[in-house]
């Protein structure tokens, strides 16, 4: 695939993601992992590493929306290639 060609995938899947009515198909599948996310990783916790866990989370939830990847054990193997 050339550099123009590429370009024009990613554009296309920016304009998908930014339009109102999709992201509001989205809002259920962000609340859900924002609260499986606090749960798992912040509760009960005194002090917490904000840095580490936003970036475990962003990963999560692109894995979860761009690969339709839900399991848990999957996306941390997936983070750690």
């Given amino acids: 695939m050339s550099l123009p060609e590429e370009f024009m995938t ?6 998908i993601f930014n339009e109102p009515t999709a992201f509001k198909s989205y809002v259920v599948t962000l609340d859900a ?12 916790k005194e002090q917490v590493k904000v840095h580490p866990l936003a970036k475990k989370f962003t990963f999560a939830l692109a894995c979860q929306m761009m690969l339709n990847v839900h399991d848990p054990d999957t996306i941390d193997v997936l983070e750690k290639l």
């Fill in 10 to 15: 990613a554009r296309k899947a920016a304009i």
């Fill in 33 to 44: 992992a924002a609260k499986a996310h606090l749960r798992t990783h912040w509760d009960g």
